[in-house]
């Protein structure tokens, strides 16, 4: 079994704060400033040009990469990282929709990131060539898989109330109706175990700045399937994609397999803060943090349930169906979360009406669950929300 | 006049190098290493996901953009930083063809970056409707510039050669043929006066890990004129680039202007290290940086030409022609680049014979200048890059 004490003393936590956002930032690893520290002082700082070879830099997006794949079920080798989760949308979705040139329909969800829907819609703006965003709730998606789909754009876990789709089940449906999968992994990855190779996934998407604590706008991953990764072409077609960048060819070639989604230059500082991240990661397995979030996660729900009449479920009542987080729904949720920020207990609001709190083994422990229990108990029922400050909404929260 | 010895003082420059591959990744400023570490410690570590407010974190790409707009003659309020160069390339050549429906040409030349000419052919295949990458050689684009094209897409400074379009010139002919225009800064940002508002240029994109000295994989840039900017359609329709993010609408409205060309969670890491190093520019003018650039280029192009016969020019002689560096070629450009290295002389080279050399004022002085030539002139006239260590090629140089 994992040691989580160990793991929790090795992110900087601030003190008096129960920090049940890191479904949105992950907290800062402490070893993430001297890992970016010598980067810029040792590598940017004294090797200068020279560090894309000798520092390893240009090798850094997939090195990194194999380390998510380790999190996700990715065959190794399949896993690069760079840009951001849209733009990894996008170049899924193009590569897909080349590949099943007869279909018309993107089939997504309801429960999906707004991001992921309005890239599919800027690409089928793009292509103009009469493509639809058919958009249904969750729970409708397998009946809507047809052999009209040429793909389907799912996020495994809904950002609002993490429900979980069934990824195998998804994918066999898609693939029997001669369909194409890909998978958004932005509350998946770091926070529960995916079989993406288990499940025969087509694409897979995902951020590290959540569960994985890579940092504010770490880079992103996509996965492209080994029998795939050799045909795919990659719409962005950047020259670190090219098989052969250095040699400065006015023609494109796509590089082999998955280095081809590969864009421009790699964002090495990024990459440097996400990889001290990830040594963090290499003293658990997915199968431990699964099972102890889901602990944690059931104890919340039952303590903030029992104590809190005036809030809805949001979520999943079973765990299974669950990602890491509970999701409440509340009239005037913006002003507590605001008032439970004021105390400590940090979650985040997500429009019109949810509260939502992540839970995250790696630095949350069965105390931090009690006091925020306790927390919010005393702001529901004593309605330490209903303040001025509290209801005045910022831009971003 | 600009105090250019202060400025050096503000760079971190190894112990006995001279650095004349700033033109590729610029130097370390001082400053960067501490600025990148607070905002670590104090804004990610301490401040977690109400960085997003607190810090001014959302609002850093527009922020980082006037800055670096206020050296590209953009109009304020019009450069937005993101993603990297060829993400920015495709975004204004998607915006840009969609604005010509009828015309099938993008008018490019030899002397591109070839990640421009890349992105071009992907999103070509993407669009599927016959349209037409012209590449010409850089010579002839003024006369390639016909009522077939629909947008150029051209680097203002060639990467290999340093030769200089006429920005203002070939973008009035443009207009006056009914095209539009997309100017690539990359070795134009930091390097020379550019006057985008002036010249009338339509989109503008840049990187800002050259001239800018904003560190490996440092985030790009992209300038869309006023009159467009509220038309452009962005074809990377990220959440971050919606009128509204945080509504969480399934739909998409694109923001105001040019922060419709925003796509994904900004570099938060990135941009703080680019802040110090702008810090640096707020020291001068590009008309200064300009003059003593064009007195060290001079003095090292007549230096070396006068000591090493085996050299050949690649370079317009005339300064007013060129970038800011000065390349060479010579059969054996590979080795000699490699000798000039182990001497502590860093410049580059470009597949098939460049050897380059870029002059950047800001830590680049006339005893520097005056040293590499000594230095360059004593490998070449005594051969000592005709070492085996020196012909080995590495993957990158």
Redesign the interface.
């Known amino acids: 079994m994992t040691d989580f004490a160990a793991t929790k003393a090795l992110f ?1 936590l ?1 003190e008096g ?1 129960i ?1 049940l ?1 890191g479904n ?2 992950g ?2 690893p402490l070893a ?2 001297e890992r ?2 010598g980067v ?2 040792d ?4 090797m ?6 000798k520092a390893g ?2 090798e850094q997006p997939t090195r990194v990469g194999d380390r998510i794949g380790r999190l996700i079920g990715a065959e190794p080798g399949h896993v690069v990282m760079g ?5 990894k949308v ?1 170049q899924a979705l ?1 590569s897909a929709l080349e590949m099943r040139p007869e279909r018309r329909v993107i089939l997504s969800d ?1 429960g999906n ?3 992921d ?3 599919a ?3 089928i ?5 009469g493509l639809e965003l058919r ?1 249904v709730a969750p729970e409708d998606v397998a009946a809507h898989i047809t052999d009209e789909v040429a793909v389907t754009l799912l996020t495994e876990v809904d950002y609002r109330t993490g429900r979980k789709h069934d990824m195998a089940d998804l994918t066999a449906r898609a693939h029997a109706a001669g369909a194409l999968t890909i998978w958004d992994l932005a509350h998946s990855a770091g926070a529960l175990p995916v079989d993406l190779a288990g499940c025969g996934a087509d694409f897979a998407v995902g ?1 590290t ?1 959540k569960y994985i604590n890579g ?3 770490a ?2 991953f996509i996965y492209v399937a080994p029998r795939h990764a050799d045909a795919a ?8 994609g ?1 098989e052969a960048p ?7 070639r796509p590089g082999t397999g998955v280095e081809r989604m590969r ?9 440097a ?1 996400l990889e001290a991240a990830l040594d963090i990661w290499d003293m658990t397995t997915m199968q431990d943090v699964r099972e102890s979030s889901i602990a944690l996660s059931e104890r919340f729900l039952k303590g903030v349930e029992a104590s809190c009449p005036m809030l809805t479920l949001a979520s999943p009542r079973d765990a299974a169906q669950r990602g890491s987080q509970v999701s409440f729904r509340f009239e005037n949720g913006y002003a507590a979360i605001q008032a439970l ?1 004021a105390r400590g207990v ?1 979650g ?1 609001f ?2 019109p009406d949810i509260m939502r709190f992540g839970f995250t083994p790696l630095f949350i422990d069965e105390t931090d669950v009690g006091s925020a229990i306790n927390i919010i108990a005393d702001v529901m029922n004593n309605q330490r929300w209903d303040k001025p400050e509290f209801k005045t909404r ?4």
């Open positions: 900087h601030p704060m920090y956002d949105s930032l907290p800062l993430a400033a970016v520290r810029i002082a590598e940017w700082g004294e200068l040009i020279t560090g894309w070879n830099w240009m840009d951001t989760l849209s733009i996008y193009a309801s990131f707004p991001s829907l309005y890239m819609e800027g690409l703006a793009t292509l103009g060539r958009v951020c700045y940092g504010p706008g880079p992103a072409r990659p719409a962005l077609s950047g020259w670190l090219h250095f040699a400065f060819d006015t023609a494109y864009v421009g230059t790699p964002p090495v500082l990024a990459l803060a920020i940090i985040d997500r429009a910022a831009r971003v929260t």
